[in-house]
């Protein structure tokens, strides 16, 4: 059966500090991969999306970037964080699209 | 373009009563899916059910409905006989398929269900 991996669940960092979540997926090949972000515990904002290593579509023009190094790994980083990048970033997996299913989530604390 | 709208940002209802959540899409594709996901007060998004824009049938899982019209463009999901553990954040989503492969979600509707 496939799963999903994303870590740390939860991170406080300081403003102007690097970053760097790491999401994992087991059993399924070439998945599309998601990372959404959930601000103020409301609605999910898509980030950024791959459909294959090195392929990445950036949704909103932002603070962070995104890496898919290897088929099944997705990383979401930033260079220097800002207050604003507070909130809930979740990562996804899909079969081309057909729903998503997620990971547990990173609760980020810029400070 | 994709959107999604769920216009009801709260409800609150008294346990056993019927709750009706909203969604409204934009899609310029004739293929596309529609989901329903619920988040738990623990965060993650648990998935709920997926209609194709083929079928339009309406589908009933225990106390949960969800009622797909195309020519309105709505996919509302209701939830019958309400009790204390269906309060969460439900999100509706899109995925126009062949065009993109994004998934798209509503802003969500926060349902409290009061005891």
């Known amino acids: 059966s496939q799963t999903i991996h994303q870590w740390p669940a939860t991170l406080v960092q300081p403003v102007g500090s690097p970053l760097s979540l790491e999401c994992t997926v087991e059993?399924?090949?070439?998945?599309?991969l998601y990372w959404y972000r959930q601000a103020a515990g409301r609605g999910l904002q898509l980030l950024f999306y791959?459909?294959?290593?090195?392929?990445i579509s950036s949704e909103v023009p932002q603070n962070l970037s995104a890496s898919r190094p290897q088929d099944r790994q997705f990383i979401l980083s930033s260079k220097k964080l800002l207050l604003s990048d507070s909130g809930f970033y979740l990562c996804?997996?899909?079969?081309?699209?057909?729903?998503?299913?997620f990971g547990q989530g990173t609760r980020l604390t810029v400070v | 373009a994709q959107k999604v709208t769920q216009a009801q940002t709260e409800i609150s209802v008294v346990e056993k009563e019927d709750v009706t959540l909203d969604c409204v899409y934009e899609?310029?594709?004739?293929?596309?899916?529609l989901f329903w996901y619920k988040q738990p007060p623990s965060g993650e998004l648990v998935f709920l059910i997926r209609?194709?824009?083929?079928?339009?049938q309406n589908e009933i899982s225990g106390r949960y409905s969800w009622n797909f019209q195309k020519s309105t463009s709505s996919f509302n999901f209701t939830i019958t006989a309400s009790q204390v553990v269906d309060s969460a954040v439900y999100f509706c989503?899109?995925?126009?398929?062949?065009?993109?492969?994004?998934?798209?979600f509503g802003k969500g509707t926060r349902l409290h269900i009061l005891p």
């Open positions: 996804a997996w899909s079969v081309t699209g057909i729903e998503a299913f």
């Open positions: 989503a899109l995925s126009e398929l062949g065009r993109d492969d994004k998934i798209i």
């Open positions: 899609t310029r594709d004739t293929t596309y899916y």
């Open positions: 791959s459909v294959g290593i090195g392929q």
């Open positions: 059993g399924t090949s070439n998945p599309n």
């Open positions: 209609r194709n824009s083929f079928d339009e």
